[in-house]
């Protein structure tokens, strides 16, 4: 947690928590998008796409994932909370 709390100051990182107990479209499988291609780890192994309408879906579902987000600001507290309470327990 502490290590998400300090990438999170630098200008290029945004860190956003999905709540628990939400199903989303994310939960099949981590991936990757990026200009022109995206990445798409599966159970058998790590997939790369470059073909449009693969890329696109793969946009959606990022899109979706963020729209259920906490905000940047929430998720942060968030962290930070978790963060706290572990260390309390831990003491």
Sequence with gaps: MEH???VSSQ???TIQVVPSGFLHCGMSGAFTVA???A???T???GMVFEDTLTVRGLVRRWDTIRAEARSAS???E???RI???HRQRVA
């Design 39 to 41: 990445y798409v780890e």
């Design 74 to 76: 929430e998720s942060l």
């Design 4 to 6: 998400l709390l300090t």
């Design 78 to 80: 968030v962290i930070g």
């Design 43 to 45: 159970a058998f192994g």
């Design 11 to 13: 200008r290029a990182v």
């Design 35 to 37: 200009t022109g291609g």
């Design 83 to 85: 963060r706290d309470e």
